[in-house]
């Protein structure tokens, strides 16, 4: 037989209450509990309905006083926590004490333990995992250098970002190929997976967590490509070849253009020179027609008189 005391500390009237001494303590129980962030948990007392000389205290890692109930001949005391991280999340089921955690955090992972006094004291304890939202993961392809092997390599990466709490895993149809956890971290994970490009099965990434899970779906070649890609495929030949006669074609009329432009500048100013000749001879031819037709009239003057 054990002997076990609680202090319940509980403010009436500026008195603290109380200490209960009891024999016959059990022995604590624990039970682990996983949440989705963002949903709502309750922690469960085993009770239906709370009687009289009864006290139910929770606490969270083992200092922070939740939620407690006492009755007592001529005294019934109802707490519940409003302060921290718990504000506006912490609720209580007024008939049998169970803890009501609402649109719970990961910030409220951790050790929980409930107190239950009567003729004896009773623990249990819960261990609280919140997962957050599980990522997609996002896969890669690293190819390898081109060679004359004919089992050329490409590199798969698996990967996710800012998990706790998971496994990261490849799988070949319905067969697990390699698995990686990571349990207290928040960070970066990778998982790396070597294939062959005649490969034709199709693989998948799987990140789990004991609630969830999500999946990506690939075929090799969707993110690999082949040394030998080009010459196996004839569209992607095809598509290469206007490709070059594109360019070339480009090119050629851009010299072209070139050319013309050059012939183009070199006969305008060949014309400009010619013209600017012409001009001087047209004008001498003029000024001496003008002369001889003043001297023809000063004869005609020279006649009349």
Same mark, same amino acid.
């Given at each position: 037989?054990?002997?076990?005391?609680?202090? !319940?500390?509980?403010?009436?009237?500026?008195?603290?209450?109380?200490?209960?001494?009891?024999?016959?303590?059990? !022995?604590?129980?624990?039970?682990?509990?996983?949440?989705?962030?963002?949903?709502?948990?309750?922690?469960?007392?085993?009770?239906?309905?709370?009687?009289?000389?009864?006290?139910?205290?929770?606490?969270?890692?083992?200092?922070? %006083?939740?939620?407690?109930?006492?009755?007592?001949?001529?005294?019934?005391?109802?707490?519940?926590?409003?302060?921290?991280?718990?504000?506006?999340?912490?609720?209580?089921?007024?008939?049998?004490?169970?803890?009501?955690?609402?649109?719970?955090?990961?910030?409220?992972?951790?050790?929980?333990?409930?107190?239950?006094?009567?003729?004896?004291?009773?623990?249990?304890?819960?261990?609280?995992?919140?997962?957050?939202?599980?990522?997609?993961?996002?896969?890669?392809?690293?190819?390898?250098?081109?060679?004359?092997?004919?089992?050329?390599?490409?590199?798969?990466?698996?990967?996710?970002?800012?998990?706790? =709490?998971?496994?990261?895993?490849?799988?070949?149809?319905?067969?697990?190929?390699?698995?990686?956890?990571?349990?207290?971290?928040?960070?970066?994970?990778?998982?790396?997976?070597?294939?062959?490009?005649?490969?034709?099965?199709?693989?998948?990434?799987?990140?789990?967590?004991?609630?969830? =899970?999500?999946?990506?779906?690939?075929?090799?070649?969707?993110?690999?490509?082949?040394?030998?890609?080009?010459?196996?495929?004839? =569209?992607?030949?095809?598509?290469?070849?206007?490709?070059?006669?594109?360019?070339? !074609?480009?090119? !050629?009329?851009?010299?072209?253009?070139?050319?013309?432009?050059?012939?183009?500048?070199?006969?305008?100013?060949?014309?400009?020179?010619?013209?600017?000749?012409?001009?001087?001879?047209?004008? %001498?031819?003029?000024?001496?027609?003008?002369?001889?037709?003043?001297? =023809?009239?000063?004869?005609?003057?020279?006649?009349?008189?």
């Amino acid at each position: 037989m054990t002997f076990s005391c609680v202090m !319940a500390f509980v403010d009436v009237d500026n008195i603290l209450l109380s200490i209960a001494c009891v024999f016959g303590a059990d !022995a604590d129980e624990v039970t682990s509990v996983s949440v989705m962030e963002g949903d709502s948990v309750t922690l469960h007392t085993r009770l239906t309905d709370i009687q009289r000389d009864i006290q139910i205290l929770w606490t969270f890692q083992l200092n922070t %006083r939740l939620a407690e109930i006492i009755k007592r001949e001529q005294m019934n005391i109802y707490f519940v926590s409003n302060d921290g991280i718990f504000r506006d999340h912490i609720q209580m089921d007024n008939q049998t004490g169970s803890l009501i955690i609402t649109n719970i955090t990961t910030e409220h992972s951790g050790l929980y333990k409930l107190m239950i006094g009567s003729d004896k004291i009773s623990y249990i304890s819960f261990t609280v995992i919140v997962h957050a939202r599980l990522p997609v993961p996002v896969i890669t392809g690293n190819s390898s250098q081109c060679s004359s092997s004919s089992s050329e390599k490409c590199v798969l990466l698996c990967s996710v970002m800012n998990v706790t =709490h998971v496994s990261l895993s490849w799988y070949k149809g319905k067969s697990l190929l390699s698995s990686i956890s990571v349990s207290d971290l928040n960070i970066r994970l990778s998982l790396h997976l070597e294939v062959e490009y005649q490969d034709t099965n199709t693989y998948r990434c799987v990140i789990n967590n004991p609630i969830t =899970h999500h999946t990506q779906h690939l075929h090799i070649t969707d993110v690999c490509e082949s040394c030998s890609a080009l010459v196996q495929n004839p =569209h992607l030949v095809g598509i290469t070849v206007f490709l070059v006669m594109l360019v070339v !074609a480009t090119a !050629a009329v851009g010299v072209m253009c070139l050319l013309y432009n050059r012939n183009t500048r070199h006969m305008r100013h060949t014309r400009d020179e010619e013209e600017i000749h012409y001009a001087d001879t047209t004008f %001498r031819a003029r000024h001496n027609e003008i002369s001889k037709a003043d001297d =023809h009239t000063v004869y005609s003057s020279v006649a009349l008189s």
